[in-house]
C-alpha cells in the first residue's frame, strides 16, 4: 500500500500533477489536520487515510489544500492525496503519519523540565500505536510499570523506545534517520531534550 499507484487517467485528457508535501498533525485527542501544496489544475482532492495495517481508504474529497480528519483518541492514522480533475486522478503523494495522542510537557525545555516517567508512558503509547498501523505486535518494555515521580529514566527505556517505532515506521515505508547519541552509555548519557523530542517527532 505505500508503493505509488499508477496515475488514473480519462480519454482526452492528463490527470494533474501528484500533491506534494503533505502533513498531518494532530490538533486534539480526536482530530487531525492535514495540509498539502496545490496542483495545479486540479478542481479537488482525494484524500485517503489507512489505520491499524488497513489499506488506503478515500475519506474525502475537499476543493482546498486543508482538511480536519475526526478520529479516535490513542491512535495513529497515515494519510496520502490524490489531484482530481477532467483529465483523471493523479497518482499519490507522500505519506505523513499522525498520532493522537497530545504529549505532557509540549514543548520541553533544556535545564527545565525534568525527564518524567509520565513522558515515557505517554511514548510507549505512541510507538504501540504507530506499530498497530503498521500491523506489527505492541512491544514489550523493562519495567513495565512506571511509577510517575518514582522510576527514574533509564537507558533502557529510551533504547527500547527508539527501536521498536524504527521498526514500525520502516514496515510504514517511512525513512528513520539516526539518532542525537545512538548509542546511550549507563552512568556517562543522560537522558536529554532532544532524545524525547526525536521520538516524539516520529510518532508525531
Known amino acids: 500500500n505505500n508503493s505509488a499507484s499508477a496515475a488514473t487517467?480519462?480519454?482526452?485528457?492528463?490527470?494533474?500533477?501528484?500533491p506534494a508535501n503533505l502533513v498531518a498533525t494532530a490538533t486534539t485527542t480526536t482530530?487531525?489536520?492535514?495540509?498539502w501544496s496545490a496542483s495545479t489544475g486540479a478542481t479537488s482532492y482525494q484524500l485517503e487515510r489507512s489505520s491499524?495495517?488497513?489499506g488506503y481508504t478515500p475519506i474525502g474529497y475537499p476543493t482546498v489544500t486543508s482538511y480536519t480528519d475526526t478520529v479516535s483518541s490513542g491512535t495513529t492514522y497515515v494519510y496520502q492525496v490524490r489531484a482530481v480533475s477532467s483529465g483523471g486522478t493523479s497518482a499519490p503523494s507522500n505519506k505523513d503519519l499522525s498520532t493522537t495522542i497530545?504529549?505532557?510537557?509540549?514543548?520541553?525545555?533544556?535545564?527545565?523540565?525534568?525527564?518524567?516517567?509520565?513522558?515515557?508512558?505517554?511514548?510507549?503509547?505512541?510507538?504501540?500505536a504507530v506499530r498497530a498501523a503498521a500491523?506489527?505486535?505492541?512491544?514489550?518494555?523493562?519495567?513495565?510499570?512506571l511509577s510517575v515521580g518514582v522510576t527514574l529514566?533509564?537507558?533502557?527505556?529510551?533504547?527500547?523506545?527508539?527501536?521498536?517505532?524504527a521498526a514500525a515506521r520502516i514496515a510504514l515505508g517511512f525513512s528513520d534517520p539516526a539518532f542525537t547519541d545512538p548509542t546511550l552509555t549507563?552512568?556517562?548519557?543522560?537522558?536529554?531534550?532532544i532524545h524525547l523530542d526525536e521520538l516524539r517527532q516520529r510518532v508525531k
Do not use: C, M, Y
Open 31 to 35: 482530530q487531525i489536520g492535514i495540509t
Open 186 to 193: 549507563v552512568g556517562v548519557t543522560a537522558v536529554k531534550k
Open 102 to 128: 497530545i504529549f505532557f510537557d509540549e514543548p520541553v525545555t533544556a535545564g527545565v523540565t525534568t525527564i518524567k516517567a509520565q513522558h515515557v508512558i505517554e511514548l510507549r503509547q505512541a510507538v504501540n
Open 9 to 18: 487517467t480519462i480519454s482526452g485528457g492528463s490527470p494533474p500533477p501528484i
Open 135 to 145: 500491523a506489527l505486535a505492541a512491544s514489550s518494555w523493562t519495567d513495565v510499570t
Open 153 to 165: 529514566i533509564k537507558k533502557a527505556h529510551v533504547d527500547e523506545l527508539r527501536s521498536a517505532v
Open 52 to 54: 491499524l495495517g488497513s
